[in-house]
């Protein structure tokens, strides 16, 4: 046996599906994700200008998309994500001119890195690029923030 049965025809009145939820970033993914590219932009910025045997603007700028890139893809549209974008763009920087003296150091005493933290230690490390902090270095550094702030915006787009 079988019936005829014929579906209701959609009215005017008919509810749409409802829309899928929005994606929403994990803030935390994306402060993780902006620190590893802090630490890997540090590394490379160090090694970079160690090679060069200079600073320059473009490592600043690699620097902060790296991060920005990262906090935004992993983290969303959270408000707070380039203000953290930011901050750990001038950490990478820094560790960046950290780990630059500690090539530059080692390569002069021909020793091991290691060694030379052993040495003089991170606290030393830091005395030294406090004193080499000059105008070039500050304006890396604002160039640095300025990108990983909008590349975290882009990032979304």
């Avoid at 803030?27 to 600073?55: H, Q, S, T």
């Avoid at 930011?86 to 920087?93: A, T, Y």
């Avoid at 606290?123 to 270095?137: P, Q, R, T, Y």
């Amino acid at each position: 046996m079988s019936q005829n049965f014929q579906p209701p025809t959609p009215t005017p009145y008919t509810e749409a599906p409802a829309p899928a939820p929005a994606r929403r970033g994990n803030v935390g993914l994306g402060v993780v994700a902006a620190v590893v590219a802090g630490l890997i932009g540090a590394a490379a910025y160090g090694g970079i200008m160690y090679a060069m045997d200079r600073e320059r603007a473009f490592g600043a700028i690699a620097v902060g998309l790296l991060v920005g890139f990262a906090a935004g893809k992993l983290g969303g549209r959270n408000p707070v994500l380039p203000a953290v974008a930011g901050l750990v763009s001038i950490g990478g920087i820094y560790l960046g001119k950290m780990f630059l003296f500690a090539l530059a150091l080692a390569d002069l005493n021909k020793v091991g890195m290691t060694e030379v933290i052993d040495k003089i230690g991170i606290g030393g490390l830091n005395d030294i690029v406090k004193e080499s902090m000059d105008g070039w270095a500050y304006l890396y550094i604002g160039i640095s923030v300025l990108v990983a702030i909008g590349a975290t915006k882009k990032a979304n787009d």
